[in-house]
Nanobody, 117 residues
Framework: QVQLQESGPGLVKPPQTLSLTCTVS?????????WSWIRQPPGKGLEWIGY???????YYSPSLKSRTSISRDTTKNQFTLQLSPVTPEDTAVYYC??????????WGQGTQVTVSS
């Protein structure tokens, strides 16, 4: 059974870079899935950020594309989100998720990131 675990700083100052890593166990990130990042700001709904596919290709939400980068380290079975520059509006719980054919099947527990000076 695949498991995903987010890690990274809980507090980021604007206009620095938010960097989160998702460590995957129980399955390889080079298999036929799309490894995604999703966030939920306080009091709001879920927002899809982007993914890195099993092939290594990436795709980002148009609204965040200019500030987003997702990369991976296949030797560590990890993928990483970078968002820069951040503003307080980027405060949210961030989730890493395994997706396939539009279904977000496996989620990490989520990590709170607060953007504040």
């Amino acid at each position: 059974q695949v498991q995903l675990q987010e890690s990274g700083p809980g507090l980021v100052k604007p206009p620095q870079t938010l960097s989160l890593t998702c460590t995957v166990s129980g399955g390889s990130i080079t298999t036929n899935y799309y490894w995604s990042w999703i966030r939920q700001p306080p009091g709001k709904g879920l927002e899809w950020i982007g993914y890195i596919a099993y092939s290594g290709s990436t795709y980002y939400s148009p609204s965040l594309k200019s500030r987003t980068s997702i990369s991976r380290d296949t030797t560590k079975n990890q993928f990483t989100l970078q968002l820069s520059p951040v503003t307080p509006e980027d405060t949210a719980v961030y989730y890493c998720v395994r997706a396939n054919q539009g279904a977000f099947g496996s989620w990490g527990q989520g990590t709170q990131v607060t953007v504040s000076s």
